[in-house]
T-cell receptor, first 115, second 112 residues
Framework: EPEVTQTPSHQVTQMGQEVILRCVPISNHLYFYWYRQILGQKVEFLVS????????KSEIFDDQFSVERPDGSNFTLKIRSTKLEDSAMYFC?????????????FGPGTRLTVT | DQQVKQNSPSLSVQEGRISILNCDYT??????FLWYKKYPAEGPTFLIS?????DKNEDGRFTVFLNKSAKHLSLHIVPSQPGDSAVYFCAASVQGAQKLVFGQGTRLTINP
């Protein structure tokens, strides 16, 4: 069964450093997402991406964040200068073409720890 | 942001009995609802969904009920099995919008 994969599973970085979190969505999916979950809190939407551009973003997704689909398979989230409060689980998700709403399929997540 | 609320942080059910997980929402624009299951160190796994034009959707042991007037949905699992022990999230979205809005989750424990 196809699945969303994410690398690395755990990333430790120092405050102020740049990190890139990588995702490989399900191959025939067209819509891509990043969510995060700070420990003990809800899963929160960060950004959605379709047709090589951001289609929606939350207020969390400020200028320090960017997304890219550099080739036909990878989808990346870059945090330019990490802060302590960026420590969280980051989940990538993807969705097929279909009705305007539909199931999003999530990867296993990357645990980001900022020290 | 309390648009989607799961008021029970945990629920314990005996194996073979029915598990009922509840979710309330405040945004009347939501028209699509989903349930996800999450094991530790894994991402949320899609379980079942329902659109606002229906009041019930069934898939095997899982049934989701939607009460639009009460802005309430529930997930029924019957019979409950030990492998159902996980955290369950309800999520909601608005047609045309991309994001899912999640509840806080309910930790379900199935006791043998």
């Amino acid at each position: 069964e196809p699945e969303v994969t994410q690398t690395p599973s755990h990333q430790v970085t120092q405050m102020g450093q740049e990190v890139i979190l990588r995702c490989v969505p399900i191959s025939n999916h067209l819509y891509f997402y990043w969510y995060r979950q700070i420990l003990g809190q809800k899963v929160e939407f960060l950004v959605s991406f379709y047709n090589n551009e951001i289609s929606e973003k939350s207020e969390i997704f400020d200028d320090q964040f960017s997304v890219e689909r550099p080739d036909g398979s990878n989808f990346t989230l870059k945090i330019r200068s990490t802060k302590l409060e960026d420590s969280a689980m980051y989940f990538c998700a993807s969705r097929n073409r279909g009705p305007l709403w539909g199931e999003q399929y999530f990867g296993p997540g990357t645990r980001l720890t900022v020290t | 942001d309390q648009q989607v609320k799961q008021n029970s942080p945990s629920l314990s059910v005996q194996e073979g009995r029915i598990s009922i997980l509840n979710c309330d929402y405040t945004n009347s624009m939501f028209d699509y609802f989903l349930w996800y299951k999450k094991y530790p160190a894994e991402g949320p796994t899609f379980l079942i969904s329902i659109s606002s034009i229906k009041d019930k959707n069934e898939d095997g042991r899982f049934t989701v009920f939607l009460n639009k007037s009460a802005k309430h949905l529930s997930l029924h699992i019957v019979p409950s099995q030990p492998g159902d022990s996980a955290v369950y999230f309800c999520a909601a979205s608005v047609q045309g919008a991309q994001k899912l809005v999640f509840g806080q989750g309910t930790r379900l424990t199935i006791n043998p």
